[in-house]
């Protein structure tokens, strides 16, 4: 889990340096990775209070792609730049959800409640950010040109 949420927020760090975010905005990410990754190692020892610091770590990356990521703006555009924009806000809702429920539930190993975090994450959030990149990432590994389609907003509706 913590593999993931690392590695797609870091991606969106790295274009957002192309846009030159501030040092402060850096700063914040730093501290909600920090959150995150601190809360992470807690969870060997203290599992509870370490899963509601990973989860307050969630909210913070959540806030954090959602006033930083450009889909606030480019959602009201036409096409794929619309659909990737619904992904993204949609992946950004998802991991704010998952970051509440574990600051509720605290540390979960089992039943409903743990379902409830894991799916939020990986079908939420994970499964966002893949559909939001297959239609830039599939013509460039497979070289094949894929058009954008109404049916990729399919996922959304399921």
């Not at 610091?53 to 909210?59: A, K, N, P, Q, T």
Request: hydrophobic residues 60%; contains cysteine.
């Amino acid at each position: 889990m913590g593999f993931l949420i690392l590695t797609i927020a870091d991606e969106w760090l790295e274009l957002g340096r192309i846009v030159r975010l501030s040092r402060g905005s850096e700063m914040a990410f730093t501290g909600a990775v920090a959150l995150f990754v601190i809360g992470l190692m807690l969870m060997f020892w203290l599992f509870n209070p370490g899963m509601r610091l990973v989860s307050l770590g969630m909210l913070a990356l959540a806030a954090w792609l959602l006033r930083y990521d450009v889909a606030r703006r480019t959602v009201y555009k036409q096409g794929l730049p619309h659909y990737t924009a619904l992904c993204l806000l949609a992946g950004y809702f998802w991991l704010a959800a998952a970051g509440c429920m574990g600051m509720v539930f605290g540390g979960v190993v089992a039943g409903l409640r743990y379902d409830a975090v894991l799916h939020a994450i990986f079908l939420g959030f994970v499964f966002s950010m893949i559909f939001d990149h297959a239609p830039i990432i599939f013509p460039a590994v497979l070289g094949l040109q894929i058009n954008f389609h109404q049916f990729l907003y399919a996922y959304m509706h399921t």
